[in-house]
């Protein structure tokens, strides 16, 4: 048996649970957790922002090592550390081959609506973005396993799968930060820590940082941020003064709410790129006048798991890592049991703390 934390319903408490898992099919992975990360989109499948077939077990930013594989698997074997990919491409249809950008695939969350496992009671359970990684052990499709570069502490390693990732690629490949810009970042969790990181490694020269709660100020400071500020009405207006009254060269937005889109949108220049990473309800609306999109001519893009191959990236994201440039350990506030998801969830609604880490 397996100890999981169960989503049985929209707005119903995370329950723990002893789960049976399959020996993983044909094409199948099976793994046991080293640790996951708490991300504000599993927080989004409780409320009912981001929608998945329930029961389901959450979790969808892991690292752990290969512990049996099925029929025809021949990327991993037996002992390997991986990471996992939540969004795994099918490989097969018009955006994976003919555009070879996986991360549109239609296709990638395919296998969060197919039972994987059951609970003692022999119900059958759906996985949390397709991999379940608040659970000691899980079974994925092979494609979504990423075999982990040597010199990556385990541990650590599974805030690349969602957190870095999705920063990382926000900012070099939705964003495309270029040495020398400013980049404003809205919203300080582990997704715009990572995005900090980034664009100091982008080499970018302004780094306003910006969060409703002021007690990010010293995580973001510690990430890359050379500016904090506490998000106000006048956000735009302060990052016009930190940029020669122009506005920044560089928005992106990490909260997933309209008002903080609006924001982002605002605080840069004429001409300025803002890209959105944060995930938001259907019912938050953003709006612009049709005369301000000429007289300012930003564009405004969004952005899916950093617009970018996991597999591709993840050998750069592992060197970043090894030479320091990435900073795992300084997105990780917190290390906890299962049991504790719950409360980790807590500190995300007030604000506190940048990325737990659910350690098994
Ligand atoms: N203005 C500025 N910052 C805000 C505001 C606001 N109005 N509201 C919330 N924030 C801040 C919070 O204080 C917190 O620091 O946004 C941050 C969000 O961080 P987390 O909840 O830890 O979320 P994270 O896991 O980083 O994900 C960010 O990306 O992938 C998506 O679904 C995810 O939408 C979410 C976003
Ligand atoms: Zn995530
Ligand atoms: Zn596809």
Redo the contacts with the bound molecule.
Sequence with gaps: MTRAAVLEAVNAPLTLTEIELPEPGPGQVRIKLAAAG????D??LTNG??RQPVPAVLGHEGAGVVVSVGEGVTTVAPGAEVILNWAPSCGGCHFCVRLNEPWLCPHANDATTVPYARDATGRALYPGLSVAAFAEETVVPERAVLPLPAGVPLLDAALLG??VL?GYGAVHHSARVQAGESVVV????????AVLQSARIAGAERVIA????PR?EELARACGATDFLV?SESTAKDVRALTAGLGADVAVE????A??IR?AWGATRRGGRTTV????GREEKVSFSALELFHFARTLSGCVYGNCDPARELPVLAEYVRTGALDLGALVTGRIGLADIPDAFGE??H?R???ALVVF
């Design positions: 708490v991300c504000h989109s927080l989004s922002t981001l969602c957190a999705t809205v919203g300080l969790g582990g997704v715009g820590l910006v969060d409703v709660s990010k998000a990490c909260v997933g709410r008002e903080t924001t990473v944060g995930i938001g995300m609604v604000g703390g940048g990325r």
